[in-house]
């Protein structure tokens, strides 16, 4: 198990700066997860942990010492990128064996770490197998058990999932989760999907533009968003944004539609966030609105509304009866909001959430 702490990383690729002056500390055994829209740059990061690209300022350290120049084969990591990349003419054996063969491993001990490796991700039976004849999930599990023998410290992961079908990716999401419970290696993973980044990451670092918008856990990141992209980026339906204001009572107002708030900040334009599990419609509530849409998901609905100018949405039970046109009354559970200000900065107050009165 090895920290990774990267300070003041800059990374410039053709002339263009894509990682600005990043600072990240990932603790030993952490499964940390960077997640953010293609081109924010997780790869070009992930891939500078690795050594594969060069950082134009700060450094790199792993497991306490400065790899900033150090090559690749030095930094004691594995890595498992989006394409599998197997040899398809050697079988799966050969394939996880050819890294430490290379690197002149005592064969009995690549005979060792293969035996491991493969038993861990359940392919002892497919040993002898060439990719042709394993399915891609199959094959991807061979990818990661190729990074496995080699006993790192640290494993990267480049969106390992993103070429597999839904139900492989959510069967290999769980594996992934068990192996980091019995390795305790600790573990960077890219994605842009953000059921996986919720679901694996012990740590969640959300980027934009190369640039860090929040570090924390998935619930954290969930229900505290630092600001309006974290806040949009994560979660589906994503969360309702209403702009208005504070006005001097404590209340968030936008035209028709208020709120008291306990902990409000002073007057202030503001952007309330509210997410579609703590938009409740009830009879009696106080705020009057009409249905417009309702998605059936099975286990839930999602009821859209329009409230004024406002189209709003909220999760029902999946037997509740709604119809477009229908008139209903609706509450906001303010214990739950986040307010944003006009650069769309979290405001926070005292006690961080903004409690109903
Ligand atoms: N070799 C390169 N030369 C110039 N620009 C590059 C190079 N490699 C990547 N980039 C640019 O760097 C930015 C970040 O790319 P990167 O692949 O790190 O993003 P990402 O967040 O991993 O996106 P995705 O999820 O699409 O892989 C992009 O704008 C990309 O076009």
Redesign the pocket.
């Known amino acids: 198990m090895s920290n990774v702490h990267l300070r003041k990383l800059s990374i410039t690729?053709?002339g263009?700066p894509?990682i600005r002056a990043l600072d990240l500390q990932v603790e030993p055994g952490e499964f940390l997860v960077l997640l953010?829209?293609?081109?924010?740059?997780?790869?070009?990061?992930l891939?500078a942990i690795a050594g594969l690209v060069d950082a134009c300022a700060g450094s790199v350290e792993i497991g306490g010492r400065d790899l900033t120049l150090a090559d690749p084969s030095e930094r004691g990591i594995g890595m498992v990128f989006q394409s599998y990349a197997l040899y398809p003419t050697m079988t799966v054996r050969d394939n996880m064996s050819f890294g430490l063969k290379m690197a002149g491993t005592p064969k009995a001990e690549i005979a060792r770490r293969v035996e491991r490796a493969a038993a861990m991700l359940q392919l002892d039976a497919l040993l002898s197998r060439k990719p042709a004849q394993l399915s891609g999930g199959q094959r991807q599990r061979v990818a990661i058990g190729r990074a496995l023998v080699r006993e790192a410290d640290v494993f990267l992961f480049d969106?390992p999932l993103s070429n597999l079908d839904a139900k492989l990716r959510a069967e290999l999401r769980r594996e992934l989760k068990l192996l980091h419970a019995r390795l305790g290696s600790t573990m960077i993973y890219?994605t842009?999907d953000q059921v996986e980044a919720m679901t694996l990451a012990s740590r969640l670092v959300v980027?934009r533009g190369?640039e860090v918008q929040q570090v924390g856990t998935p619930l954290e990141v969930y229900a505290r968003p630092a600001n309006r992209f974290v806040a949009g980026f994560l979660g589906a339906p994503a969360m309702n944004f209403i702009d208005g204001g504070v006005d001097p009572q404590q209340r968030f107002v936008a035209g028709e539609l208020a709120l008291s708030l306990a902990d409000a900040p002073g007057p202030c334009t503001a952007t309330l966030g509210v997410r579609p599990e703590h938009v409740h419609i009830e009879a009696g509530a106080a705020l009057a609105a009409e249905v417009t849409v309702i998605e059936p998901m099975g286990n839930h609905q999602v009821v859209w509304f329009a409230c004024g100018p406002h189209l709003l949405s909220a999760i029902v039970p999946a037997d509740a009866a709604y119809a477009p046109g229908q008139a209903i009354r609706f509450r906001i559970d303010a214990a739950h909001v986040s307010l944003f200000d006009a650069e769309g900065k979290r405001i926070q107050s005292a006690g961080m959430q903004y409690a109903s009165v």
């Open positions: 690729l053709g263009k894509i953010g829209p293609s081109g924010c740059g997780k790869s070009t990061l891939h969106e890219v842009h980027m190369g």
